[in-house]
Every structure is written in C-alpha cells, then in structure tokens.
C-alpha cells in the first residue's frame, strides 16, 4: 500500500527558512519519481519540485534558487529546503509520486499517490 506522511510544516517570517519531509513507504520510494506540490486558498494546486530515483530534478520558476528538493533513497525521506521564504510561498504543502521514475512534468495530473499535507505560513 502506498503511503506518503509529510511533516516539518510550520509559521515562519518572511526570509526565514523550513525543511519539509516525507517518509514513503518502500515500495513506493524505490522506483518513483517524487515531487513537491503546493496549494493555497482559493488557487489552484501548483508544482514546486520534482526529484527523480538517481537525481535529476525539476522546479518551478517560483521557487528556482530558493527551495532544494533533495531525497535520501536510504531513509525512504524525500525533502523539502525553503530559503528566503515570502508571504506567497504560504500553503498547504503536498509529497506525491508518480507510478513511474519519469519526471517529465509538474503538473499534478501526473502524479499518482499523494500525502495528507503539511501546512506552511510565511507572514510578512
């Protein structure tokens, strides 16, 4: 059974800094890409980060040179660095995987497991 847990959600001032994690389980860890996704009231969930099995990564345009997406394939963690936080960056963050390692996109249609979310307030 598929499961994503993310944890490390928190309230921050602006410039500030959080660390997201999410333990997946090892069948889904294994051989998935794992990506980063956010939603804020009233918008729709956008994409923040993908990782593939042996590295590769993908970002938004949004948060390119401040968040790091990085996963330790021996913890079954995938994680979340956010630097130099701003108010827009305030929502619910969700870990996902897809059924496959081909991060080709940010697009959470292809994604196919999803956490429950930690929640992420950057107040100015």
């Known amino acids: 059974q598929v499961q994503l847990v993310e944890s490390g959600g928190g309230s921050v001032q602006a410039g500030g800094s959080l660390k997201l994690s999410c333990e997946a389980s090892a069948y889904t860890y294994s051989s998935h890409c794992m990506g980063w996704f956010r939603q804020a009231p009233g918008k729709e969930r956008e994409g923040v980060a993908a990782?593939?099995?042996?590295?590769?990564?993908r970002y938004a345009d949004s948060v390119r040179g401040r968040f790091t997406i990085a996963r330790d394939n021996a913890k079954n963690t995938l994680y979340l660095q956010m630097n130099s936080l701003k108010p827009e960056d305030t929502a619910m963050y969700y870990c996902a995987a897809r059924g496959d390692d081909y991060c080709y996109t940010l697009k959470s249609f292809a994604y196919d497991y999803w956490g429950q979310g930690t929640q992420v307030t950057v107040s100015s």
């Open positions: 990782i593939a099995i042996y590295g590769t990564t």
